[in-house]
């Protein structure tokens, strides 16, 4: 077993293992933030995708992000109010219930990385960068400005949405259900870099021509790795405002977007585990040293700064080295 | 099957003022290896972009397989079979050299949408690429990374490439570009090989492979063909002595 499995194998169990010593010590506070952790992480994995295999910049994530936290809000609202969503040739009443609010995150996510592929696709390097961003601050003045659904305030759930045969109010109940779609996403991500899509993908971050020379289209396979990256993170986010039974705008706000970058840059571009590393050190450094200053983030900006000047692997790259191609 | 594969008509390209192509009209026939020679600056490399679909023409058409393709983006030129290889070498250099191979089949199979199975586990594909590698000499080198093969390999790699599109005519920007006495003799034996197989537009630099590999030379000056003919016939055209070959012919 290489030695970058092994870490894996361990950081996995270090995610049972620590809110399963949590749950024994009646510590409920340190499963919340490891639902935190694990979610972001989530998140972070749809950015991987689009970034570690595409090398597409994107600092619009918190779009898609944004958008599985109102597809949470708009539909459990809804339902909490008895107000249908839509009363005209037909009836769409809102729900609570998890799965049907995941479909629904993760396919209007994908639609809008659609979208937004469509047109951000056609630029590249640092004006991808910024199509992508902007975008992010039209969605977020969007949900601002809009006040069907709280506007600036945001939007408030009084119980936590319900999944068939969990008590998802029990802390720990729900950090399986988000380590469950970790675990999945990991195992997809990590499928998809050996199938014939991720081979085609690797090949066009690195030379777009020689794809075309073989009769493939880069652009429209950038496009497939925005929709599928842009569905993980949409589901990350109706998770995430789940967790906290409230989506507000800064859901959407670029600063989400960066620190969802930040996730991947800390862990490690690119490498499968990336994500996982970089969300639970943010988060322990956010709960750490947040509780000893409010300037906390000044230690996160020179650990960023360490790893994109000396290890271009991130903190994985660090421990384990470079990554061989494995065919 | 028509005997001309490829065939340009009459294309025009400029830059500006700078006329990089005038009027030119060259075929490529079955079973031929076809070269193009000039002076740097001539118009070799607009010539390869509009004939791969990386250029559109102002004026003029493109011809390959008898169908107008002149509109077609790259993608779909080498689908239908137009392989070609780089002037520098456009390789995936962090994969390994069969994932290279690799992502040649995959493309001509024109089915990427896949994301759950294994490509590696694709017979069909690794069939392709892994006797394409043999046919180049790579295939002790498959598991190789490709940023760790010698310049000579990469060449190598880069006709291999090629190779896994089931090609109908190579279009070869310079390939012994970079080579030694050595290599070159060794990737001139091999094109010579491979010309049974579809025929190869080559565009290069070295005289001694062109005269030992081509049927026909079209010379190439100031973004016209000044001559068009045979190796002995162009050896002797004064017109091509003066304008290029010099003191080499």
Redesign the interface.
Same mark, same amino acid.
Not at chain 1, 276 to 292: I, Q, S
Not at chain 2, 95 to 124: E, M
């Given at each position: 077993m290489s030695r970058e499995r092994l870490l894996n194998a361990l950081l996995l169990a270090g995610l049972v293992v620590v809110p399963g010593w949590a749950l024994w010590a009646d510590e409920p506070f340190t499963i919340t933030l490891a639902t935190r952790a694990v979610i972001f992480a989530l998140a972070a994995v749809g950015l991987n995708i689009a970034l570690g295999m595409g090398g597409l910049v994107s600092l619009g994530h918190a779009v898609f992000f944004g958008i599985g936290g109102y597809a949470m809000g708009v539909l459990a609202s809804h339902a909490q109010s008895y107000t249908p969503l839509y009363d005209g040739l037909f009836t769409l009443e809102g729900t609570k219930a998890m799965p049907v609010i995941w479909l629904v995150a993760a396919a209007a996510s994908a639609l809008a990385a659609w979208l937004i592929g469509l047109l951000s696709l056609r630029t590249s390097g640092v004006y991808f960068i910024m199509i992508t961003l902007a975008f992010g601050q039209m969605a977020y003045f969007f949900a601002i400005s809009w006040p069907a659904y709280g506007g600036e305030d945001g939007l408030s759930i009084y119980v936590r949405n319900g999944f068939p045969g969990l008590n998802t109010l029990d802390p720990i109940q729900f950090y399986g259900i988000c380590l469950a779609w970790l675990c999945l996403a990991l195992w997809?991500h990590a499928? &998809?870099r050996?199938?014939?899509? @991720?081979? %085609?993908l690797?090949?066009a971050r /690195?030379?777009p %021509?020689? $794809? /075309?020379? $073989? @009769?493939?289209?880069p652009k429209r &396979?950038y496009l497939?790795a925005l929709v599928?990256s842009g569905a993980v993170t949409g589901l990350s986010g109706a998770l995430f405002a789940d967790l906290n039974r409230f989506v507000s705008p800064s859901m959407l706000s670029w600063q989400m977007s960066g620190e969802i970058m930040v996730f991947v840059i800390i862990g490690g571009v690119a490498r499968l585990f990336g994500p996982v590393v970089g969300a639970v050190f943010y988060v322990a450094l956010e709960h750490w040293l947040g509780g000893v200053s409010d300037y906390w983030q000044i230690i996160l900006g020179v650990v960023l700064l360490a790893v994109v000047l000396f290890g271009r692997g991130g903190l994985i790259g660090l421990v384990c080295g470079k990554e061989?191609?494995d %065919? | 099957m028509p005997d001309t594969i490829l065939r340009t008509h009459e294309l025009h390209k400029a830059f500006g003022a700078l006329r990089a192509s005038e009027g030119i009209s060259i075929t490529l026939k079955q079973g031929e290896i076809h070269a193009i020679i000039g002076p740097n600056g001539a118009g070799k490399s607009t010539l390869i972009a509009q004939i791969c679909g990386a250029l559109r023409p102002d004026s003029g058409r493109v011809e390959f397989l008898g169908r107008d393709v002149t509109a077609l983006p790259t993608e779909a030129r080498a689908r239908m079979g137009l392989a070609r290889t780089f002037q520098t070498s456009a390789l995936a250099m962090e994969q390994t050299v069969l994932q290279n191979a690799l992502l040649g089949a995959l493309g001509a199979s024109g089915r990427p949408w896949r994301f759950f199975s294994r490509v590696s586990a694709d017979q069909a594909l690794r069939d392709i690429a892994e006797s394409a590698l043999h046919e180049a000499g790579l295939l002790d080198f498959a598991q190789t990374r490709t940023a760790e093969l010698s310049h000579g390999q990469r060449r190598q790699l880069e006709v291999a490439v090629a190779l896994t599109l089931r090609p109908r005519a190579f279009v070869m920007d310079e390939p012994m570009a970079g080579l030694g006495a050595e290599g070159s003799k060794r990737l001139t034996g091999f094109l010579d090989r491979l010309q049974d197989r579809a025929p190869i537009l080559l565009v290069e630099h070295d005289m001694d492979a062109v005269f030992a590999l081509a049927d026909r030379i079209s010379v190439l000056v100031y973004g016209r063909v000044i001559a068009t003919g045979t190796v002995d016939e162009i050896r002797a055209d004064p017109r091509v002595r003066e304008a290029y070959l010099g003191d080499e012919a």
């Amino acid at each position: 077993m290489s030695r970058e499995r092994l870490l894996n194998a361990l950081l996995l169990a270090g995610l049972v293992v620590v809110p399963g010593w949590a749950l024994w010590a009646d510590e409920p506070f340190t499963i919340t933030l490891a639902t935190r952790a694990v979610i972001f992480a989530l998140a972070a994995v749809g950015l991987n995708i689009a970034l570690g295999m595409g090398g597409l910049v994107s600092l619009g994530h918190a779009v898609f992000f944004g958008i599985g936290g109102y597809a949470m809000g708009v539909l459990a609202s809804h339902a909490q109010s008895y107000t249908p969503l839509y009363d005209g040739l037909f009836t769409l009443e809102g729900t609570k219930a998890m799965p049907v609010i995941w479909l629904v995150a993760a396919a209007a996510s994908a639609l809008a990385a659609w979208l937004i592929g469509l047109l951000s696709l056609r630029t590249s390097g640092v004006y991808f960068i910024m199509i992508t961003l902007a975008f992010g601050q039209m969605a977020y003045f969007f949900a601002i400005s809009w006040p069907a659904y709280g506007g600036e305030d945001g939007l408030s759930i009084y119980v936590r949405n319900g999944f068939p045969g969990l008590n998802t109010l029990d802390p720990i109940q729900f950090y399986g259900i988000c380590l469950a779609w970790l675990c999945l996403a990991l195992w997809g991500h990590a499928r &998809l870099r050996r199938s014939p899509f @991720g081979l %085609a993908l690797d090949a066009a971050r /690195q030379v777009p %021509a020689r $794809v /075309q020379a $073989v @009769g493939l289209d880069p652009k429209r &396979l950038y496009l497939v790795a925005l929709v599928i990256s842009g569905a993980v993170t949409g589901l990350s986010g109706a998770l995430f405002a789940d967790l906290n039974r409230f989506v507000s705008p800064s859901m959407l706000s670029w600063q989400m977007s960066g620190e969802i970058m930040v996730f991947v840059i800390i862990g490690g571009v690119a490498r499968l585990f990336g994500p996982v590393v970089g969300a639970v050190f943010y988060v322990a450094l956010e709960h750490w040293l947040g509780g000893v200053s409010d300037y906390w983030q000044i230690i996160l900006g020179v650990v960023l700064l360490a790893v994109v000047l000396f290890g271009r692997g991130g903190l994985i790259g660090l421990v384990c080295g470079k990554e061989r191609p494995d %065919a | 099957m028509p005997d001309t594969i490829l065939r340009t008509h009459e294309l025009h390209k400029a830059f500006g003022a700078l006329r990089a192509s005038e009027g030119i009209s060259i075929t490529l026939k079955q079973g031929e290896i076809h070269a193009i020679i000039g002076p740097n600056g001539a118009g070799k490399s607009t010539l390869i972009a509009q004939i791969c679909g990386a250029l559109r023409p102002d004026s003029g058409r493109v011809e390959f397989l008898g169908r107008d393709v002149t509109a077609l983006p790259t993608e779909a030129r080498a689908r239908m079979g137009l392989a070609r290889t780089f002037q520098t070498s456009a390789l995936a250099m962090e994969q390994t050299v069969l994932q290279n191979a690799l992502l040649g089949a995959l493309g001509a199979s024109g089915r990427p949408w896949r994301f759950f199975s294994r490509v590696s586990a694709d017979q069909a594909l690794r069939d392709i690429a892994e006797s394409a590698l043999h046919e180049a000499g790579l295939l002790d080198f498959a598991q190789t990374r490709t940023a760790e093969l010698s310049h000579g390999q990469r060449r190598q790699l880069e006709v291999a490439v090629a190779l896994t599109l089931r090609p109908r005519a190579f279009v070869m920007d310079e390939p012994m570009a970079g080579l030694g006495a050595e290599g070159s003799k060794r990737l001139t034996g091999f094109l010579d090989r491979l010309q049974d197989r579809a025929p190869i537009l080559l565009v290069e630099h070295d005289m001694d492979a062109v005269f030992a590999l081509a049927d026909r030379i079209s010379v190439l000056v100031y973004g016209r063909v000044i001559a068009t003919g045979t190796v002995d016939e162009i050896r002797a055209d004064p017109r091509v002595r003066e304008a290029y070959l010099g003191d080499e012919a």
